[in-house]
């Protein structure tokens, strides 16, 4: 493929990609003290039993290096109203939970407020391109009844019940 078919043909991907409806998730980690943590949309349900979900990370992620080194994480599922957080955890920077509320909860930051919270003891790791797959054993999940926050077309949303 040329340079130009290539370009093209990534930018295609990322368009058909940008209108699949994603959920919006803070993943977070602790080095022993600090608290980190990055947005994510590439999150999944994986398993039942045992209960297992995905979430794929950038390779070169500081965090991906923290949930290598401890084999745990969070995923704070952010809600309806949570697009500043959302933004705020997908910049870079070591200053990301500086003014927002969280606790340690089961080994990892827990996000206050969230619409839903899972934690995690890391049962694999899978080369995925430029993203690391990181599969994950459940072992704590709590929910509450806020909308869930989306991403949809490089905008933010949330899921509504409608007619096919």
Known sequence: MTSTATQDFTAEFRD????????????????????????????????????????????????????????????????????????????????????????????VPRIDGVAGWVACSVAGLVDGGDHVVVLGNVEHADRTDHPPLTYHRRTFGTHSAGQE
């Open 16 to 107: 058909v990609m940008a209108s699949v409806c994603t959920p919006v998730t803070v993943v977070t980690a602790l080095d022993g003290a600090r608290p980190h943590g990055t947005t994510v949309s590439a999150f999944a349900s994986l398993s039942v039993a045992p209960p297992m979900v995905l979430v794929a990370l950038d390779r070169g992620s500081d965090l991906l290096a923290v949930v290598r080194e401890y084999g745990r994480f969070g995923i704070n599922v952010l809600g309806r109203g949570h697009s500043d957080l959302a933004l705020t955890f997908a910049r870079k920077g070591a200053d990301k939970f500086d003014g927002i509320g969280w606790t340690l909860s089961d080994g």
